[in-house]
C-alpha cells in the first residue's frame, strides 16, 4: 500500500471513531471531522476539524505522521510531534493508536 492511501485510510479510520464516539454520547452541537494538512519535509500534520452552522473549523491538531516510516506521533504542541511514536498507518489504520475518544494514546 502507497503511503497516501495508508494516509488516507488512518483519516477515515480516525473520523469513524471520533464520530461513534459522539453519536455514543449524544453530542449534537458539531459534526466532527478529520482533514489531513500540507505537509512538511518530515511530518504532515492531521487536523480534527468540526462542523457548526455550516462552516468547518480546524480545532486542533490530531495527530503528525512520518512521512518516511508512516509512525503516528502524539502532537506535544502545535508546531511539533511528541518523542515517541505510538502506532504506524500501515497497521490497520492505525486504529491501535487511538483511544474510544477517537484521540492518539498516551504512553503506557
Do not use: C
Not at 469513524?16 to 452541537?29: K, Q, S
Amino acid at each position: 500500500m502507497d503511503f497516501a492511501t495508508a494516509l488516507e485510510n488512518f483519516r477515515t479510520v480516525s473520523e469513524e471513531i471520533i464520530r461513534a464516539h459522539f453519536d455514543r454520547n449524544g453530542f449534537t452541537f458539531a459534526v466532527p471531522g478529520v482533514e489531513i494538512g500540507t505537509g512538511g519535509r518530515k511530518y504532515i500534520k492531521v487536523w480534527r476539524t468540526e462542523t457548526r452552522d455550516g462552516q468547518t473549523v480546524r480545532n486542533s491538531i490530531h495527530a503528525f505522521v512520518e512521512v518516511a516510516t508512516g509512525n503516528i506521533f502524539m502532537p506535544a504542541s502545535y508546531k511539533a510531534p511528541a518523542k515517541h511514536e505510538r502506532g504506524n498507518i500501515y497497521d490497520d489504520g492505525g486504529r491501535a493508536s487511538m483511544n474510544p475518544h477517537g484521540h492518539v494514546v498516551y504512553m503506557r
